[in-house]
């Protein structure tokens, strides 16, 4: 079965101090991760697709990594404007998109 | 500008009530898609749609409905047989379905019921 699970629920940081989150899967074809950040009560706002494992992309603070098994969403010198739910979900084989439950961050000054 | 809509923000509705709620892309995506978001579920998906005219049934389609008759639309009704209808309601659009593309996703509908 096609699964998603992301980790952990939810993440405490300072200003400043780095980290990664985690979005495991297990599909028998991938066709594409995607990373969104979501802000309470607004809808998910893409932030990078990946289609093969090794493949990096990055945009400013974030950097998305890809390997067969799960994908790292690193955030580097995090200030609380970064402070959201960030969500991965999966594109399988058959076409199905199944989302994980994501990890909430909370950045503090 | 292209995107995404959804209305209204906000809906209220009493039970036994059918609502429907509308969304709307400018985009000229085929693929569109229904999510409901409860706290700590994360995104389930409802309906979803590949091209005008056909729409196939998601996770949790039980209660739901929905239409495809032009590109730019696909608005879903909440019916009174949805037991549990208060939740997040997001829509979203695709170029085309199949896992591959990027989903753009409107701001979403918080739907409660009295």
């Known amino acids: 079965e096609d699964q998603v699970t992301q980790s952990p629920e939810a993440l405490r940081l300072q200003e400043g101090e780095s980290s990664s989150l985690n979005c495991s899967y297990t599909?028998?074809?991938?066709?594409?991760l995607f990373w969104y950040r979501q802000d309470p009560g607004k809808g998910p706002e893409f932030l990078f697709t990946?289609?093969?494992a090794g493949e990096e992309k990055e945009k400013e603070r974030l950097k998305a990594t890809l390997t067969k098994k799960e994908s790292f969403l690193h955030i580097t010198a995090p200030k609380p404007e970064d402070s959201a739910t960030y969500l991965c979900?999966?594109?399988?084989?058959?076409?199905?998109?199944?989302f994980g439950k994501g990890t909430k961050l909370s950045v503090k000054p | 500008d292209g995107g995404i809509t959804q209305s209204p923000k906000y809906l209220f509705r009493k039970e036994g009530q059918n609502v429907t709620l509308s969304c709307e892309q400018n985009?000229?995506?085929?693929?569109m898609y229904w999510y409901r978001q409860d706290p700590g579920q994360g995104l389930r998906l409802i309906y979803y749609?590949?091209?005008?005219?056909?729409?196939q049934k998601g996770d949790i389609a039980e209660g739901y409905s929905v239409s495809r008759e032009k590109k730019e639309s696909f608005p879903l009704t909440v019916t009174s047989a949805q037991k549990n209808p208060t939740a997040f309601y997001l829509c979203?659009?695709?170029?085309?379905?199949?896992?591959?593309?990027?989903?753009?996703f409107g701001p979403g509908t918080r739907l409660t019921v009295l």
């Open positions: 979900e999966m594109g399988g084989s058959q076409g199905n998109l199944i």
């Open positions: 599909v028998s074809g991938l066709r594409g």
């Open positions: 990946l289609y093969s």
């Open positions: 985009l000229n995506h085929d693929a």
């Open positions: 749609s590949q091209i005008v005219n056909d729409f």
């Open positions: 979203a659009s695709a170029p085309r379905a199949g896992g591959t593309d990027t989903q753009y």
